[in-house]
C-alpha cells in the first residue's frame, strides 16, 4: 500500500522521508507542495528530480477525498459533500465574510454523542476520520477557491465545528490541526483555529499540553439536569468539571477567553431565568458567550427562540458583564448552518434503529 502524504504532518513526513533515505529537507519540501501550493501529484513538484518523483510516485500518494458536490446558498456560503468510501460521506462549510473566509471542518462520519437537537447527532455513528481525510478538506476548499477566485489563502480561519466530536477523534485531528498551523503547511496562527467540543473533559486538558488552539464549548445549558438531557455526555463530565478543565485551559491557550456556545431552543434553555443561571455559572470563567439560534432539521423535535427571547437573553447577560453575540445563521437555504450537517452516515450504533423501536413500544 503506497502512502498517503496528505496526512502526515511535519514530525511524520519527516519520519517518512528518512525512512526511504531521502535528506530531511524533503519533509518541508514535500508539505509546501502539497499544502501550499496544493500539488495533487509528484509529477507537478518541478524542482524535484525526475527520478525521485518516480520513486516518490512508487512509494507513495496524495489522495483527497473525492468530491460528490458542490453547493452555494444564497449568502455566498459554500457546502461540499466528500466521499470517504464504504458508503459514508461527511460535509465541509466555507464561509465567506468580508475580511476573512472561514472553514467548518468535519472530524467524524457522523457523531456518537447524540446531542438531541443536532442533525448530525440524530444519525448515529460510523467511523473517526483519518488525518488525511480532516485535511483533505482544507486542502480541497484553499485550491478551488484559490483557483476560482485568484485569492491566495482563500481559508483565514478554520473551525472544527463540522460533523462529529472533534476530541473523540483526538489523535487524527491533532495530525490535521498540526498541518494548519505549520508555516510549511498552511501557517495559520492557533488563534485562527478554533476546536470545539461537546466537553469531552480529558480531551480538552490533553488539547492543552500537545496542541493548544482556540477553544469553543458547546454548552447550550446551565445546570447538569438539562445538559443530562441536551446533551448526553454530560453524564460523563458534568458541568462543574467542565467549568473547572476551561479555567486550566485558558491558562495555556493563545485566546484569553473559551468561547461558549449556547443553542437558544424556544422555551427550553432559552428563559430569563436560564439566562441568569448561566450568568452565574460563567461568572469566574474567563469567556464569551456566542447564543445561536437553533437551526431546524427535518427530524427535529425543537424551535428557534423568537428574536424577543433571543434579545432577552443576551440583554441578560450583557448586564452581569458577559461578552454575548449572537451567531447568524448561515447557508440556511442549502442545510449548512450549525447543527444541519448530514451527510450520508452508515450508522453503526443502530440508533436509528433503536429509536424506531422506542417509538412502537
Ligand atoms: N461536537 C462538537 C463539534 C460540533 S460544533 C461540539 O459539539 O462542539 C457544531 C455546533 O453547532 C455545536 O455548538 C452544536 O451544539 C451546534 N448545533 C448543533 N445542532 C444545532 C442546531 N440544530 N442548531 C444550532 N446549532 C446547533
Partial sequence: MRVNLLGLDGEAMHAWCTGIGERPFRARQLLRWIHHAGAGEFAAMTD????????????AEIAPPAMLRDTTASDGTRKWLFDVGTGNAIETVFIPEPNRGTLCVSSQAGCALAC?????????FNRNLAAHEIIGQLWHANRLLARETGAERPVTNVVMMGMGEPLANFENVV?????????????????????STAGLVSGIDRLREVCPVSLAVSLHAPNDRLRDELVPINRKFPIRELMAA?????????????????VLLDGVNDTAAHARELSGLLRDVPCKVNLIPFNPFPEGRYARSSPGAVERFRDILARAGLIATVRRPRGEDIDAACGQLAGRVRDRTRRAERRLGQEAA
Fill in 246 to 262: 476551561c479555567v486550566r485551559y485558558v491558562e495555556k491557550a493563545p485566546r484569553e477567553f473559551v468561547m461558549f456556545e449556547y
Fill in 116 to 124: 438531541s437537537f443536532c442533525s448530525t447527532g440524530y444519525r448515529g
Fill in 175 to 195: 495530525a490535521a490541526m498540526r498541518l494548519m498551523l505549520d508555516d510549511f503547511a498552511y501557517g495559520l496562527s492557533r488563534r485562527r483555529v478554533t476546536l
Fill in 48 to 59: 524535484l528530480s525526475k527520478a525521485l518523483r518516480e520513486r516518490l510516485a512508487g512509494a
